[in-house]
């Protein structure tokens, strides 16, 4: 810190003694420290939760670093297209990305665990095998070898089921359905016979509309209810199947990571982990509110998958996972990592948090 100061000062008074012939002599180390970095994204510009978060975790990487470190961000298309951010950041265009792992499943099928996978880990249990478990470190491992370095940058938790343009009694009903979803969410329901196709945020709407496509998933009542797809679509399906507790990431090109001073690289570290519970805590305020405008003003009919429903996508689930851990290699050694956590997250979840909330809620309804 004194360093620091002395720095400064040292360059004012430069200034001040030589006048006009400042730009003679070198730029003060303290200038020299100064990066400004440019982020893209898969969002759609000030998007509320996503794009906004995204934004907030520039502003506070820039303020906790005094300026040292100042992010830019730029919004799906402004820079690059959403679905190229992540060749960007490999290749140096661009410097970090905000987005979600799964979005990248055709570079490594491994990625799709550090977004989401089908049945699999909740919010809580997602951030115990990421910091706990091992699941960062090999998420870590897999993004150098494309020259990333990823970190947990934020959650929606579990997302809805999706929006449907007619209604689904049964698991025929996928058959032939043009379906929105990325991940490894979409390879379940080809399973059970749907055209899955994956389009960035910006594009599922006008895609809903023009009928191109039948039903979406997006994330939930706050963010839906941005998007406005309940003007296109009329029934909301619960629960989602695909993503129980999605993770967001914070990528940085692996070069610049490792040109930031080994104090600048915990400061950036500890915003990421700062937005990861900041943007949960965000959707989980709105969601409720949002839900209940949903349904109270604009009429959306919301339905709850039929045990036969849900019971088709856990089979298919287990089926498109099983095909994913025959790859070897880092998908596997992640999928014996993912699955061999989630038995016990499982086991402890049912004892605390489902105990719980299921007794609340009949105690409460006796009251």
Known sequence: MERRKFLKGAGVAGVAAAGAAASAFPTPAISQDMRELR??????????????GAQRLADRITAATDGRITVNLFAAGELVPPFESFDAVSEGTADLFHGAAYYW?????????????????????????????????????????FNLMPFPAGSTGSQMGGWFRREVNSVEDFNGLKFRMPGAGGEVLRQLGAAVVNLPGGEIFPALQSGAIDATEWVGPWNDLAFGFHRVASYYYYPGFHEPGSTLECTFN???????SESDQALVAACCAAENDIMMAEFNARNGDALNTLISEHGVNLRQFNQDIFDAFAAASADVLADMAAELGMVDRIYTSYTEFKEKAMAWTALSDQSYADMRRVATENL
């Not at 550090?114 to 478990?133: D, I, Q, R, S």
């Not at 692996?254 to 930031?260: A, G, M, P, Y």
């Open 39 to 52: 982020m893209v994204t898969t969002w759609p510009k000030n998007f509320p939760g996503l794009g906004t």
């Open 105 to 145: 499943q055709g570079k490594s099928k491994g990625f799709n665990f550090f977004t989401a996978v089908p049945m699999g880990l909740t919010y809580t249990e997602m951030n115990a095998w990421l910091y706990h478990g091992g699941g960062h470190d090999l998420w870590v491992e897999l993004g150098q070898e």
């Open 254 to 260: 692996l070069d610049v990571w490792n040109s930031f």
